[in-house]
């Protein structure tokens, strides 16, 4: 399996970006999708999760609100909208298959990319 996370970048504190996960080697309609992240010096850190069918959403306490999941399974692309970032978004972002009742297991995770958030 194949994950590749892209669209990171620096942004300013109450920026907006758009996270893409584009994946390969499985049948992604059929997965539960997840974001992970994590910040230098800390554990990796749940970001919000979807189902196959793009019906059900869950997300980590300190996003909830301000980040968006979505997938569009005919492209097997995950995406992560962020909306209102601040600093303590900066950090490694990495998406992640299959269904977990917390962070997925690092295996499962993909190619991340980095998000940073300052003025």
């Known amino acids: 399996a194949l994950l590749v996370a892209s669209g990171g970048g620096l942004v300013q504190p109450g920026g907006s970006l758009r996270l893409s996960c584009v994946t390969s080697g499985f049948t992604f309609s059929t997965h539960y999708m997840n974001w992970v992240r994590q910040a230098p010096g800390n554990g990796p850190e749940y970001v919000a999760g979807?189902?196959?069918?793009?019906?059900?959403?869950k997300y980590g306490d300190s996003v909830k609100g301000r980040f968006t999941v979505s997938r569009d399974n005919a492209k097997n692309t995950m995406f992560l909208q962020m909306d209102s970032l601040n600093p303590e978004d900066t950090g490694m972002y990495y998406c992640a298959r299959g269904n977990w009742d917390n962070v997925p297991p690092r295996g499962f995770w993909g190619q991340g990319t980095q998000v940073t958030v300052s003025g």
């Open positions: 979807i189902n196959n069918n793009a019906d059900l959403t």
